[in-house]
Structures are given as C-alpha cells and as structure tokens.
C-alpha cells in the first residue's frame, strides 16, 4: 500500500532531516546508504511473513526508522545527543504533527521509531545480549527486525565490500595487512572475518536471510582475489 498524501508529507520531512545531517558523515554512512537501507526495509517489510496472531508490519514505521537510523550513528555524534533519541527527535516530531497532521507521539510510533533508531545496531545487540538486556520487546518486534536485517545487509555484498574500505580509508585504517602486523586486528579485511562474515548467520527475516547468501558469497569470492594477490609470486 502506497503511503497517504499526508504520510508522504511526513516521509519528506524525515528524508530532509537525514539527509542534511548525513551530509556531514563520511561515504560509508552518507545519504545514499540511507536510501538503500529504506528501499531494502520497505522490501522486507511487504515480504515477511509474520507469525499466527501478529500483524504485517507499520510500513511508515519502517520508513521512518530506516530513514533515521544513522542520525544518532555513535561514531559520529556526541555521547550526550545519542544517550535519548526519544527527546532528540521529539521536536520533530512534534512539528510534523503540528504541520501535517499526523500524531506520531500520541498514536505511540514515535516511540516504536526512536527505539528502533536506538538498538538497530550491530553493536548495540552485540552489548544488550552480553548483559541479558536483549528482551521480547527485541525478539518480537517486526519493525526493528526489517531495519535490522535491511543495514546488515548493506553492510555486505558489493555495497559492503566499498563502504567497509571508505570507512577505513576516513579513520585512516590500512586495508590490508600481513597477520601479525600491529596494524593487522584493525585493518579492512580484518574486519571481514570479525563482523561482517557473520552477518549471514545472525539476520531474523527470511527475506533478509535469501538475500544475504549471494552477498556472502560475493564476499567470500573478494577475500578468496585478495589472498591470491597479496600471495602473488612471479617465476
């Protein structure tokens, strides 16, 4: 179903305000990551079959997330911006409420948006299990596991592959080096084996799982080209 004139409205705003702030992140983060990760939500989210008594997902939920979810991104922002993205967005959405109409905060998914902005992260999952934080609300919630599945997949594959040596190129990270090197556990293809290889295993839609396997592959082939390279010997 295609959003409503004034969803569509809302859908904008959301849009302007991501793409003003992710203008100042580097090529791995920038607007356009963003508008992948929406398109591949939205996918996922018409795709997923949910379970016996569930409902499909809140398509505007997703947009909205996935439109947002890099605004707070850790990496770039202060600790003190990221610590309530709930009271960092809520002037916003308080002002598409006030010019189109549509009551985000009273109807409740502004909450549902600014909790899915704040634990879609790969880390952030990776600290909550950690310390037996990871709760239903994380287990059920269909919304946050389209936005999930939708940035991990990003984060692999062909897209992937380029994003993770444009992050490492702007926190001045080799981009391969020999083991043993003291440079080594940060370097780029480092990075493969310790996140990004696991990706596949660890994604919660079906959709995002079919997905995954020609990315992981793609991955598997790039790191297989990189070895044969760097282990090149002329006779």
């Known amino acids: 179903m295609d959003p409503t004139q004034k969803e569509q409205a809302v859908i904008e705003a959301a849009e302007k305000l991501m793409t003003e702030t992710m203008a100042r992140y580097d090529p791995s983060h920038d607007a ?4 992948r990760v929406r398109k591949t939500a939205l996918h996922i989210a018409r795709s997923v079959t949910v379970s016996e008594g569930s409902v499909q997902p809140d398509l505007l939920t997703v947009e909205l997330a996935a439109l947002l979810h890099d605004v ?4 770039y922002v202060s600790a003190a911006d990221a610590a309530d993205p709930y009271a960092f967005f809520l002037p916003f959405f308080r002002q598409i ?6 009551d985000l905060v009273e109807d409740g998914r502004a909450r549902t948006i600014t909790n899915i902005v704040d634990n879609v992260s790969w880390s952030t999952e990776k600290q909550l299990r950690s310390e037996g934080k990871w709760s239903e609300w994380h287990e059920k919630c269909v919304e946050l596991h ?3 599945d939708a940035d991990r997949l990003d984060a692999i594959g062909a897209f992937g592959i380029m994003r993770c040596a444009a992050y490492s190129a702007a926190t001045n990270h080799a981009l391969h ?7 080594h556990p940060a370097s780029a293809v480092q990075h493969f084996h310790d996140k990004l290889l696991r990706i596949r295993g660890r994604l919660k839609t079906e959709p995002g799982k079919q997905l995954a396997e020609k990315r992981h592959k793609l991955m598997l082939d790039f790191l297989q080209a990189v070895d044969e390279e760097y282990n090149f010997t002329s006779y």
């Open 32 to 35: 356009y990551h963003v508008h």
């Open 72 to 75: 707070l991104d850790k990496k």
């Open 97 to 102: 409420s006030e010019e189109h109409g549509i």
């Open 146 to 148: 389209c936005v999930q």
């Open 177 to 183: 080096t020999p083991a043993g090197d003291p440079a």
